[in-house]
């Protein structure tokens, strides 16, 4: 009879799988042992207290984070706003940026502890400076917030992530054009 040699892959099956069918076997599937009754130890309620009913917590830099981004999002909603009032022809192009924020701000105020703080803005007195200003801090807050979408993870992360590349693109759709250099 020949001699049968084992493959590598034979090898890396076995032992990839055996030790899960080991796990697998102190598994019950025994009725009266309370199989299928989520929670129960023995066919009994359990007792003790799990995760489920622990108080989550928000890490505190992440709250940081987010009131931060808060903060900024509030600071370009008020320039929207305070730009729409002083500059009525303004409103159209203003809209989207401005409902963009708003759900912006609902989003991160959705983690427990984010608050934003109100402050001043100041709008330029002419409408395409206006334009301009509101280029720039939109471009200044993609930058900041891209920066702390840097250092956290999971979904404040993500959501950061999704302002910023928002506000670049509102930065470069408000941004007046360039003037052609006819050389």
């Known amino acids: 009879m020949p001699e049968r040699r084992l493959s590598r892959r034979t090898v890396f099956v076995t032992a990839a799988l055996v030790p899960g069918a080991a796990a697998l076997s102190g598994c019950k599937d025994d009725p009266a042992a309370g199989a299928g009754t989520p929670g129960a130890v023995n066919g009994k309620p359990s007792t003790s207290q799990g995760p489920a009913e622990e108080t989550p917590t928000v890490d505190p830099a992440v709250v940081a984070a987010l009131s931060g981004a808060a903060t900024l999002v509030t600071q370009l909603s008020q320039l929207y706003a305070t730009a729409a009032?002083?500059?009525?022809?303004?409103?159209?192009?203003?809209?989207?940026?401005?409902?963009?924020?708003?759900?912006?701000?609902?989003?991160?105020?959705?983690?427990?502890?984010?608050?934003?703080?109100?402050?001043?803005?100041?709008?330029?007195?002419?409408?395409?400076?206006?334009?301009?200003?509101?280029?720039?801090?939109?471009?200044?807050?993609?930058?900041?917030?891209?920066?702390?979408a840097a250092k956290l993870s999971g979904a404040p992360a993500r959501l950061l992530a999704e302002i910023a590349a928002a506000e670049t693109q509102l930065g470069t759709t408000l941004a007046p054009a360039k003037k052609k250099d006819n050389t």
């Open 85 to 148: 009032r002083r500059f009525p022809a303004l409103r159209a192009q203003l809209a989207a940026g401005a409902k963009y924020h708003v759900s912006h701000l609902a989003k991160l105020k959705e983690t427990q502890g984010v608050a934003a703080q109100a402050t001043k803005t100041a709008v330029p007195a002419s409408s395409q400076a206006a334009l301009a200003a509101i280029a720039k801090q939109e471009k200044a807050a993609a930058v900041a917030h891209a920066a702390a």
